[in-house]
Structures are given as structure tokens and as C-alpha cells.
């Protein structure tokens, strides 16, 4: 199994951040996850969230601040996954883009949306793991 490294992005509007809607078929419920994506050879991560943002949806970001990196194990359609993530904070540069309540992503059939940060759960998990925590205030 091979490590990823990826990096995201928190685009925070109030008490809600931008993330996008997940599942996996091995689980009950759904995930969300803030947008980015790998990390490719010789690219640097901040590098590699601007192009994700770019990609995923048409958007620039600015003043990208790193709040920490995760160590991420854990299992997708019953395999065992392994990625290091460097945690973002980061803003949309265009202001018009937070009045939107949904976001098609390229390559995310549910596409993103503003989330409130305590409406996470068992179901409705945040990840990656431990996240949550390092957004707490």
C-alpha cells in the first residue's frame, strides 16, 4: 500500500466550511471532506491545493495557511488506505463565490457545499480523521 500525500483546503463562511459529499460503498452514511487532492512529484503542497481548487472548481485561493499535517489511515471499500495531509486554511478570492450554496466538483458526483462545523457525526463523518479537532477553536 502505498502512502498518498495530499493537501486541502478549510474555506470557512461563519460557522460552516466548504466541503464536498462523499460515500463509500463499504459504509452506511456519508463523508465530507474540505476540497484539494494529491500532491504530485516536485510540486510543493500549497502548489498543489491552488491547482486542485483550479480543477475541481474554477476558483483561486488566497493566503493559504498551513494549520497542520494529518497522519490518515483508514479503510475505503473495505481496503486499507494510507495518506499524510497537509491541512490548509485558505479564502476564495472571489468574494461572489461564498454567496453560492453548491459548487459542482469535476471529479465529486454530490458536488460541495457549506457545512456547519458542529453538524459532523457518525454519520455524517468529518474527515480526514482528526480534522475536526484541529479546526476547533
Not at 495530499?6 to 474555506?11: C, D, E, N, S, W
Not at 461563519?14 to 459529499?21: H, N, P, T
Not at 489511515?73 to 481496503?79: A, H, M
Request: proline share 7%; charged share 30%; aromatic share 10%.
Amino acid at each position: 500500500m502505498a502512502i498518498r500525500v495530499i493537501a486541502i483546503g478549510v474555506v470557512r463562511r461563519g460557522s460552516a466550511i466548504l466541503v464536498f459529499e462523499g460515500r463509500d460503498p463499504s459504509r452506511p452514511g456519508c463523508y465530507f471532506r474540505p476540497l484539494g487532492g494529491g500532491v504530485e512529484d516536485g510540486e510543493h503542497s500549497r502548489e498543489a491545493l491552488a491547482r486542485e481548487f483550479r480543477e475541481e472548481i474554477g476558483a483561486e485561493i488566497v493566503e493559504p495557511r498551513l494549520l497542520g499535517v494529518l497522519e490518515n489511515r483508514f479503510q475505503y471499500d473495505g481496503k486499507p488506505r494510507h495518506e499524510i495531509v497537509f491541512v490548509y486554511e485558505c479564502a476564495l478570492a472571489d468574494r461572489a463565490l461564498y454567496e453560492r450554496e453548491r459548487f459542482e466538483v469535476s471529479d465529486e458526483p454530490f458536488g460541495a457545499a457549506w457545512q456547519p462545523l458542529d453538524g459532523f457525526g457518525p454519520e455524517r463523518r468529518l474527515v480526514p480523521e482528526g480534522l475536526q479537532a484541529l479546526l476547533a477553536p
